[in-house]
C-alpha cells in the first residue's frame, strides 16, 4: 500500500514539474508548483522525515508560491505566453546543464557515515563544495532576475 | 496494514468528521441564533412549523415543534437542501478547472486538521485500548499549522477564477490578511511548542493537569486567538468578503454546494481554532482538581468537559463578530505587523527567558 503511495506521489511530482515547464499560463506554472512542493513534503512525510515534509509544505506551498501567485495576480501575467520552438530549446539546454551539476555534485558526495549530522553536512558543504554553493546562490540569482523579466510590464 | 486497524480507523474517521461537522453546523446555527440575540430579535423559529405530517407520524410533532422553534429546521434542513438543489451558476469565460477547484482548496486542508485532534482521553472498553483521535505525531501543531497555510489557495484561486473585480479583490485582501496574520500564528505555535517542549496534542494536554496553560501563556492565548480569527476571515477581519463594498468577496460568483463549501470551510475554521485554544492553553479534557478515570465514563466526560469549552470559544468567537465593526484594510495590516508581530517576539522571548532561567 505504502509503496503504491509513494509511486504515485513521484508521478504526481512528474506530472505537477512537467505542467511548471510546459504551461502557457504563468498562474498554471504557478499552480503547478504549488502542487509539486506540497506532493514533495508529503513524500518526505511518507519517508519518515515529518519535520523537513511539515517545513516543505508550510514554507515552501504556504507562504513563498502563495506570494509568487498573488504577484502573477496583481501584474495579471494570467494572459497566455507566446510559444516557440527556440525557447523549447533553450529551457531543455538550461535543464539539462542543470541536471547534470545536480548530477555531479550529488554523485561525489559521501553519506555512508552513519553518524552523519546537519553540523557535519554545513561543515562538507562549506569546506569541500564551496563552487558549487556559490554557484547554486548564483543559479537562484538567476530565477529572481528571470521572475522580475517574466513580470515587467511592456 | 490489518483489517482490524483499517476498521477502526474508518470508524475513527467517521467519528472525527461526525464531531468535525457537527460543530460546524452548530456555528451555523450559533451565527443565525447569536446574532439575533445581540440584534434584540428572536431569530429562525418558524420554519417546519406548519409541515403537514401523515397521521401515523403525529410522535414527531412535539420534536418537530421544539427543532422549529430553535431555529434547527433551517439550519438542519433548509440550507442543505436550498445548496444541493440550486443552479450551479458558472460565470462565462471563468476558467472551468480551478472555479470549481478553489472551494475544495479552501475546506478540505481545514477538514483534514481535525484527523489530528484528540477528542478525550483514551480509554478501555472489554478489553480494548481505544484513542479518539486518527492520527497523533510528535508534529501535531506543526502539521495543523502547515495545513491551515495551504487553505489559502482556494480564496487566492477562488478570486483570481471567478472573471470579476469584486471576487479578485476580496481574494488579494484575503491572501495578504491570511499570508500576514499567519506569522503571528506560527510564532504563538513556537512558544506553546518550546513552554510544553512537545507538539503533540496529547502530550500538550497532559501537561496541564495540575495547572491550565492560559495561566502561564496569558499573552499566548490573546495572540492566538486574535490571529486565529483574522486566519478564519471573520468579523472584524472580514474584510475579504466586506458586503458593503465587494458584494460578497472572494466567493460573490459562486452558489449552490460550492458556496456552501466556503462557508463550512470558515465555520470549520471557527471550530478548529476553538478546538486548538482549549487543547493549548485550557487544559483540554482536564478540569482543576478532577481526574479522569481511563474508562470509557471518564472518556464521556472528558469529551463533555472539552466539547463544554469549544462551544463556550465558538461563542465567544460569533459574539466578537456581531458586535465589533470592521477594521479598515490599512489598519488590518498595522494592527498586524505594529503590534501583534512584536507581541508575539515579545511572548516568544518571554517564553524562552522564563524556561531558561527558572525551568
Known amino acids: ?154 | 496494514m490489518g483489517f482490524e486497524v483499517f476498521l477502526t480507523t474508518f470508524v475513527l474517521s467517521l467519528f472525527v468528521l461526525n464531531i468535525g461537522f457537527g460543530l460546524t453546523v452548530m456555528n451555523v446555527w450559533f451565527e443565525r441564533k447569536v446574532s439575533a440575540l445581540m440584534q434584540d430579535r428572536l431569530g429562525a423559529n418558524r420554519a417546519g412549523l406548519d409541515i403537514q405530517l401523515p397521521r401515523y407520524l403525529f410522535v414527531l410533532k412535539p420534536f418537530i415543534f421544539v427543532l422549529a422553534k430553535l431555529g434547527l429546521i433551517n439550519t438542519l434542513f433548509c440550507d442543505p437542501i436550498k445548496a444541493l438543489t440550486k443552479e450551479d451558476f458558472k460565470p462565462s469565460k471563468v476558467s472551468a478547472i480551478l472555479h470549481n477547484l478553489a472551494p475544495f482548496a479552501a475546506a478540505f486542508p481545514i477538514f483534514l486538521c481535525f484527523g489530528f485532534i484528540p477528542f478525550g482521553p483514551s480509554f478501555e472498553i472489554f478489553g480494548v485500548k481505544i484513542s479518539p483521535y486518527i492520527v497523533s505525531t510528535q508534529f501535531d501543531l506543526l502539521f495543523i499549522f502547515a495545513l491551515t497555510t495551504v487553505a489559502v489557495y482556494g480564496t487566492n484561486l477562488a478570486g483570481w477564477s471567478s472573471g470579476s473585480k469584486f471576487a479578485f479583490l476580496g481574494s488579494l485582501r484575503a491572501s495578504a490578511q491570511m499570508i500576514s496574520y499567519e506569522l503571528v500564528l506560527g510564532l504563538t505555535f513556537l512558544g506553546v511548542i518550546l513552554w510544553y517542549g512537545t507538539a503533540n496534542l496529547i502530550e500538550i494536554v497532559n501537561a496541564q493537569k495540575t495547572y491550565w496553560g492560559i495561566l502561564s501563556m496569558p499573552l499566548g492565548f490573546f495572540l492566538m486567538f486574535v490571529a486565529g480569527m483574522a486566519e478564519t476571515k471573520r468579523g472584524p477581519f472580514d474584510l475579504a468578503e466586506s458586503e458593503s463594498e465587494l458584494v460578497a468577496g472572494y466567493f460573490t460568483e459562486y452558489s449552490g454546494m460550492k458556496f456552501l463549501l466556503f462557508w463550512f470551510g470558515e465555520f470549520a475554521e471557527i471550530a478548529l481554532l476553538s478546538l486548538v485554544l482549549s487543547l493549548c492553553f485550557l487544559g483540554g479534557w482536564h478540569l482543576p482538581f478532577i481526574s479522569i478515570p481511563e474508562t470509557f465514563a471518564g472518556f464521556l466526560l472528558g469529551h463533555l468537559i472539552l466539547m463544554s469549552k469549544v462551544v463556550f470559544l465558538c461563542f465567544i468567537q460569533i459574539v466578537i463578530r456581531w458586535t465589533l465593526p470592521r477594521f479598515r484594510f490599512d489598519q488590518l495590516m498595522l494592527i498586524c505587523w505594529k503590534f501583534l508581530l512584536p507581541l508575539a517576539i515579545i511572548n516568544l522571548g518571554l517564553i524562552i527567558g522564563i524556561k531558561w532561567a527558572w525551568l
Open chain 1, 1 to 154: 500500500m505504502g509503496l503504491v503511495i509513494e509511486y504515485f506521489l513521484y508521478i504526481a511530482i512528474l506530472m505537477s514539474a512537467i505542467m511548471v515547464a510546459s504551461s502557457r499560463n504563468v498562474l498554471m506554472s504557478a499552480l503547478g508548483l504549488a502542487i509539486n512542493t506540497t506532493v514533495i513534503g508529503f513524500l518526505f512525510i511518507l519517508k519518515g522525515l515529518t519535520f523537513l515534509g511539515i517545513v516543505q509544505i508550510a514554507v515552501y506551498a504556504g507562504g513563498i508560491i502563495v506570494l509568487i501567485l498573488m504577484t502573477i495576480m496583481i501584474l495579471s501575467l494570467g494572459s497566455k505566453i507566446e510559444f516557440t520552438y527556440l525557447s523549447l530549446l533553450k529551457s531543455l539546454l538550461i535543464f539539462l546543464l542543470v541536471f547534470l551539476f545536480v548530477y555531479y555534485s550529488l554523485s561525489s558526495l559521501n553519506f555512508n557515515n552513519t553518524n552523519f549530522d546537519v553540523k557535519d553536512l554545513g561543515d562538507l558543504l562549506a569546506n569541500n563544495y564551496l563552487y558549487h554553493l556559490l554557484s547554486l546562490g548564483v543559479l537562484l540569482n538567476a530565477i529572481l532576475v528571470s521572475y522580475l523579466l517574466i513580470s515587467r510590464d511592456d
